[in-house]
C-alpha cells in the first residue's frame, strides 16, 4: 500500500512538473532544446514544424529562416523534415568557457506572417577534455626545519569541462614524508597544497620526486598528471607574510593598457637573503593577458584592453615566497567597471524596397534587430524615426521593431524615402547608431491625364495645303513609366455629312492635329472637336478636352457684280437717262458682293472708262452712278462707262462691268435717236436697234401677264425673301454685315420706278423717270423684272395698237 502510494506521488509530482514546463514556454514564447556538444554536422537538434504546429513542408512554403543577426551561425533548418539541426560541430567550451550552462539563442522568421520565434539550444558538456597543468614539472623547496604540518601550494591543474566533467579531486604518489591537502574555494576551486607530515632531513634526502595527479569526474575518467621535485634547503623559519589577506579593486574597462591597478605586499622577518620576499601567481592564461605582476615590487598593472562584456570580475590569487621556500597568499579582486563603450548594433532582418502606392496603414517595410553590447542603462536602447515621415516603429518579439507605414504613401508627392532609424542607449554620453533604408514607391495608375487647359482654340488659314499642321495639344500625367504614356485621339462625329476623321486627324503619341484637306471659309466658318488623352495603365484612364478650330478667311473671292447683269439672249442691257437730269441725278447703281469676309469683303467701286470724261460719278463705296454735270447737247446720245470693283484683301481682287448709258427724254425719241445714230455708224451698231425694238415690243407683250402676278406678288411678300435666297447662291451665303461699307453705314440697294406710256402714236409715247426708291435688302432686284433694263431689238418695230400705260414699282 505505501509503495502504491509513492508510485502515484511520484507520478501526480512528474505530472506537475511537465504541465509547469509547458506554462513557462507558452509564458516566454520561445522553444527550448538540448544538445550535446561536439555531435556530428547535420544531427537533429529538435523537430520547429511540430513544435510550431505546421507540417514539415510549410517551413519551406512560408519563407522560414534563421536570423543570424551578424554572428556565425550554429544551426540550420531542414526544409524537408521540418527539423532544427547543427550545421557545424559545436565545442561548449569554446561557445562558453567557464560556464555552467550554455544557451544559444536562435530567431525563426517566418516571411509570410513577418513573425520572429525564439528557441533556446542548451549545449550539455561532454567529457572531452582532460585535466591539464600548466606545465610537465615543478620544483618545490623546502626548509630541512620546516615543521610538521606546513603547506607548500602545488600548481592547479585546469579542466575545460564543467560540472561532473570537469576537475573533481587530486592525488599524490605514495611517499613517507608529504601528503596531499586540497582547499575548495567557494566558487568551486580546488587548489592542492603538499603537507609535510615528517621532518626532512637534507643531509639524507636531498630531493624527493612526487607524481600529482588531477582527475575528473566523466565517464570515462580522465586525468592529467605534473612531476613534483621536493628540493630540501637549509633552515628557514619564518614564512613571509601579506599585509591583506584580500585586495580590491575596481576599475574602468576604457583604461589604457599598462595602468597600475594596485599593489600587493608581503613582508619576511628574515633577514639577509631570507627574507627576499618574491611575488608571483597562478592564474588562467586569459588573464595573463590582461594583468602583469612585478615579481619585485608586487605592482599589478594591465597589459591588455579590459572589456566588461567578455569579463565583469577578476579573482587571482597571489603567491610571496622567500628564498626558503616559505610563502603566503593573498587574494585580488578586479571588479571591472561598464562604460557606455560600445553604440547600438543594428541587423535588418528583413527589408522590402519597394512598395505600392496606396498600400494601407500598417504595411511592413522592415524587420530590424537592436543590440547594445554594454549593461544596464549604457545597454538599454530606444530607436526613433523622423516624426516628418509617414512611418513609424512597432516593439515586436525580445529586441526586434518592425518599420510599417502610418498611412497610406503617394508616389506623386514623394517617389522615394530614405528613411533613417537612430538606435540611441541610455548611457552617458548616449552613444547612437544610424541605420539608413531607402524605400520607392511604386506606381499606381491612379491619375488620368490633365489638359493644361479646359478649352482649346486654334486658327487656320483658308486654303491650307493638305497635311499641314494646325495646332499641338499637351496632356500630362503624372504617373511614371507605361501609367503616363498618353495615347491622343480624336471622337469621331459627322460633320456636314462626313466624318470628322476626314477632316483632321491627330498624331497619337505628340498631339499633333494635321489637316487632311483643305479648308473652305465660304463653306464653313469653325469645326468643333473632342479630342481625348489616354494612358497606358491597366485600367486606363482618360480625359477630354474640346478643341474649336476656326478658319481664317483668305481674300480668295473676286468681288461678283449682282446688276447690271447681262441677259443671256444676246441682247444688251442699257441704262436711261434724261437729258434734263440735274447735276447728282441717280443714273443706275452697281450692286457688287464678295464671299469673303471682313476687310476682304470691303468693297471698293471706280470709273475706269467713260465716253464723256467727267460727265458722270461713282460712289466709291456704294456704287452709284450720278451725273457730275447737266447733259449738253454736244453729248453722245450713248454713253459708254466702265466700273470696275475691287476689295480690300491683300492682294485686292477686282471686277469690272460695262454699262451703256442712253440720254432721252422719251422712248420715241430714243428710238429716233437710235435710227439717227444707226445710219451713220458701222453695221456693227444694227444689232443694237433690233435689240431694242425687241424690249419694245417684250414691254408690251408682258403687260397682261404682269397685271395678273401683281395680286400674286402682292398677296404673297414672303415669296419675295424666298428669291433673294435662291436669286445668287454666293450672294445668299453672305451675311448682311458684309454690305456695311467701310465707313459702318449699310450700304442699301435701290429699286427703281419707271412709267412708261406707249400710244399709237409713237412720236407720244413717253418714259417718265421719277426719283429711286430705296430698299434695305436685294429682293426688288431679284424678285422680279421691274428694274431689267429695256431691252430693244434692231429687227422688231415697235407696236402701233393701242397700248396701256405700264408702271413697274
Avoid at 243 to 251: D, E, G, K, L
Avoid at 569 to 595: C, H, I, N, Q, W
Avoid at 741 to 757: C, I, K, N, T
Amino acid at each position: 500500500m505505501t509503495a502504491l502510494y509513492k508510485q502515484q506521488t511520484s507520478r501526480g509530482r512528474i505530472l506537475f512538473f511537465c504541465l509547469l514546463g509547458l506554462l513557462w514556454n507558452t509564458a516566454t514564447g520561445q522553444i527550448h532544446y538540448s544538445v550535446p556538444e561536439e555531435m556530428e554536422k547535420s544531427s537533429l537538434v529538435g523537430d520547429i514544424a511540430k513544435d510550431l504546429g505546421l507540417k514539415p513542408r510549410e517551413l519551406s512554403e512560408r519563407g522560414a529562416r534563421l536570423v543570424s543577426g551578424g554572428k556565425k551561425q550554429h544551426f540550420a533548418l531542414n526544409g524537408r523534415s521540418g527539423s532544427l539541426v547543427t550545421a557545424d560541430r559545436i565545442d561548449r567550451e569554446e561557445l562558453c568557457p567557464g560556464a555552467l550552462k550554455c544557451f544559444l539563442n536562435v530567431e525563426i522568421l517566418l516571411e509570410d506572417k513577418v513573425k520572429i520565434y525564439g528557441i533556446e539550444v542548451e549545449v550539455t558538456d561532454i567529457n572531452d577534455n582532460a585535466p591539464r597543468f600548466q606545465e610537465d614539472e615543478v620544483d618545490i623547496e623546502v626548509s630541512e626545519q620546516a615543521v610538521l604540518g606546513m603547506k607548500f601550494p602545488l600548481p592547479n591543474a585546469w579542466d575545460l569541462d564543467v560540472g561532473m566533467n570537469g576537475l573533481q579531486s587530486y592525488q599524490l604518489s605514495p611517499n613517507r614524508h608529504f601528503s596531499l591537502h586540497v582547499q575548495n574555494k567557494a566558487d568551486g576551486a580546488k587548489y592542492p597544497e603538499l603537507v609535510l607530515e615528517r621532518a626532512l632531513d637534507r643531509e639524507e634526502e636531498p630531493v624527493h620526486h612526487l607524481i600529482l595527479t588531477a582527475s575528473d569526474g566523466g565517464d570515462p575518467v580522465h586525468s592529467g598528471t605534473i612531476r613534483v621535485r621536493v628540493i630540501v634547503l637549509d633552515a628557514n623559519d619564518n614564512a613571509p607574510m601579506f599585509t591583506q589577506s584580500v585586495y580590491s579593486v575596481s576599475i574602468p574597462e576604457n583604461v589604457p593598457v599598462g595602468t597600475w591597478l594596485l599593489t600587493v605586499n608581503a613582508t619576511d622577518p628574515d633577514e639577509g637573503v631570507n627574507g627576499e620576499v618574491t611575488y608571483f601567481w597562478n592564474i588562467h592564461n586569459k588573464a595573463k593577458q590582461i594583468f602583469e605582476l612585478d615579481s619585485h615590487l608586487g605592482r599589478i598593472s594591465t597589459v591588455g584592453n579590459l572589456n566588461y562584456e567578455e569579463s565583469g570580475f577578476y579573482e587571482i590569487e597571489v603567491q610571496a615566497k622567500d628564498n626558503a621556500g616559505f610563502f603566503a597568499r593573498a587574494n585580488v579582486l578586479v571588479t571591472v567597471v561598464d562604460v557606455n563603450d560600445n553604440a547600438p548594433e543594428v541587423t535588418i532582418t528583413s527589408l522590402t524596397t519597394s512598395v505600392p502606392e496606396g498600400s494601407p496603414s500598417g504595411t511592413v517595410i522592415a524587420i530590424l534587430n537592436v543590440h547594445d553590447q554594454d549593461s544596464g542603462d549604457n545597454g538599454r536602447v530606444t530607436c526613433s524615426i523622423p516624426q516628418s515621415l509617414p512611418f513609424k516603429l512597432e516593439k515586436n518579439y525580445g529586441n526586434y521593431y518592425s518599420l510599417v507605414t502610418s498611412i497610406a504613401l503617394d508616389r506623386e508627392q514623394v517617389s522615394a524615402y530614405n528613411i533613417t532609424m537612430t538606435a540611441t542607449d541610455l548611457g552617458t554620453p548616449p552613444l547612437s547608431t544610424d541605420t539608413h533604408i531607402i524605400l520607392h514607391v511604386a506606381d499606381v495608375n491612379d491619375n488620368p491625364p490633365t489638359f493644361s487647359q479646359t478649352s482649346y482654340s486654334a486658327y487656320i488659314r483658308e486654303n491650307n495645303p493638305r497635311g499641314s499642321s494646325i495646332y499641338s495639344v499637351t496632356a500630362s500625367d503624372p504617373d511614371s513609366e507605361e501609367n503616363a504614356q498618353i495615347t491622343y485621339t480624336i471622337a469621331d462625329d459627322i460633320f456636314q455629312g462626313d466624318p470628322l476623321s476626314s477632316y483632321v486627324s491627330i498624331n497619337s503619341e505628340t498631339g499633333v492635329l494635321y489637316a487632311l484637306r483643305s479648308f473652305d471659309y465660304e463653306k464653313f466658318q469653325d469645326l468643333q472637336l473632342q479630342v481625348t488623352a489616354m494612358d497606358s495603365g491597366e485600367p486606363p484612364l482618360n480625359s477630354n478636352v474640346s478643341l474649336t478650330l476656326f478658319i481664317l478667311d483668305q481674300n480668295d473671292n473676286a468681288p461678283e457684280i449682282l446688276y447690271p447683269t447681262f441677259p443671256t439672249d444676246g441682247s444688251r442691257g442699257v441704262e436711261l437717262a434724261p437729258r434734263s437730269a440735274e447735276p447728282g441725278y441717280l443714273v443706275t447703281k452697281v450692286v457688287a458682293v464678295d464671299g469673303d469676309s471682313g476687310q476682304n469683303a470691303w468693297l471698293f467701286y471706280h470709273l475706269l472708262k467713260a465716253t464723256e470724261p467727267g460727265l458722270f460719278s461713282i460712289g466709291l463705296h456704294n456704287g452709284e452712278i450720278r451725273t457730275a454735270r447737266s447733259f449738253l447737247d454736244k453729248d453722245a446720245l450713248k454713253q459708254n462707262l466702265v466700273v470696275a470693283v475691287t476689295d480690300k484683301g491683300e492682294p485686292p481682287l477686282s471686277a469690272t462691268v460695262s454699262i451703256t448709258v442712253v440720254v432721252a427724254d422719251s422712248i420715241p425719241e430714243i428710238l429716233s435717236d437710235l435710227s439717227i445714230m444707226e445710219t451713220p455708224e458701222a453695221t456693227d451698231n444694227s444689232k443694237l436697234t433690233l435689240y431694242l425694238v425687241i424690249s419694245v415690243v417684250s414691254v408690251s407683250c408682258l403687260f397682261l401677264v404682269f397685271i395678273i402676278i401683281l395680286l400674286v406678288l402682292r398677296l404673297h411678300r414672303w415669296w419675295r425673301s424666298h428669291l433673294l435666297s435662291v436669286g445668287n447662291d454666293k450672294f445668299g451665303t453672305v451675311p448682311a454685315s458684309q454690305f456695311v461699307d467701310p465707313d459702318g453705314v449699310r450700304a442699301f440697294l435701290q429699286s427703281y420706278s419707271h412709267e412708261v406710256s406707249l400710244t399709237t402714236d409713237s412720236r407720244k409715247s413717253q418714259l417718265v423717270f421719277p426719283q429711286p426708291n430705296y430698299a434695305d435688302t436685294l429682293l426688288s432686284l431679284q424678285s422680279c423684272d421691274k428694274n431689267t433694263p429695256l431691252l430693244f431689238s434692231s429687227d422688231s418695230e415697235f407696236s402701233k395698237g393701242n397700248q396701256n400705260i405700264i408702271q413697274v414699282s
